[in-house]
């Protein structure tokens, strides 16, 4: 039997993706270039496009202000109080006191994931099925990006 979140998911997911693609273009207009080095990373990681890739560094994450996405967003796991970074297509928002070397591979190791799928659109009701199936920590995407975490390029 789906559990709520599974029943829920299709009837969230065009809001879902409208609120991505606005915070991912939101970075991109105001977030900084990677560094020389964390380019290296993204490159190291698979990413294909390492200029496009945008940072924000914000004291808390943004959530939804939709009450309904934002519940389902915490509730899944994926924002919750200890969540430092989140990708949104090229646009990384990283939590101010944690930018490192191993978040911004995880980070961009979700953009390659983003390329992959060849867009918000695409890839996010793959990634958040992989969510309310098996949960965050054992989504397939969330392996694959742990599994690329690096401290050096
Ligand atoms: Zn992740």
Redesign the pocket.
Known sequence: MPTELERILPLLLPRAIEWVEAQSALILETGEPLTAYQRRLADAVGVAHPDQVRMKVVDTLPLPEDVELRNVAVAAGLMGPGSI???YGYGIYVRDGYVTNRLVS??C??VHQYEQAGSIEAFLPVYLQQIVTVG?HD?P??ID??RHERDIA
Do not use: K, L, Q, S
Request: glycine share 8%; charged share 30%; aromatic share 16%.
């Open positions: 970074g989140v990708t995880h980070e190791r979700h965050y989504a995407f969330e990006a742990r």
